[in-house]
């Protein structure tokens, strides 16, 4: 198993700055990607950035210019670095690890709310 623990979401003003972080433990060797994903109220879960082993990263379109992923692999952690937040960011934000050995795994969330 892969557990996930996020932090570092909460209540920030349009145009500000936050930065999540996920920890990843346990099976972490057959990790081969991580990501993050986001859901807003009545909304599908989406995909917001993903990052690779190599290094490859994916982002929305929503997202991009805005958003960046990275990870430290000593630490075994990945970040999402948001700036330039709008109100339609707006949702809780969930941790998620792709694994070949376990299949999917997710955190259990984390807030963020973009409002003045």
């Known amino acids: 198993q892969v557990q996930l623990v996020e932090s570092g979401g909460g209540l920030v003003q349009p145009g500000g700055s936050l930065r999540l972080s996920c920890a990843a433990s346990?099976?972490?060797?057959?990790?081969?990607?991580m990501g993050w994903h986001r859901q807003a109220p009545g909304k599908q879960r989406e995909l917001v950035a993903r990052?690779?082993?190599?290094?490859?990263?994916d982002y929305a379109d929503s997202v991009k210019g805005r958003f960046t992923i990275s990870r430290d692999k000593s630490k075994n952690t990945v970040y999402l670095q948001m700036n330039s937040l709008k109100p339609e960011d707006t949702a809780v934000y969930y941790c998620n690890a792709e694994s070949r050995v376990v299949g999917p795994s997710w955190g259990q969330g984390t807030q963020v709310t973009v409002s003045s």
């Open positions: 990052i690779t082993n190599g290094g490859s990263t």
């Open positions: 346990g099976s972490i060797f057959s990790i081969y990607a």
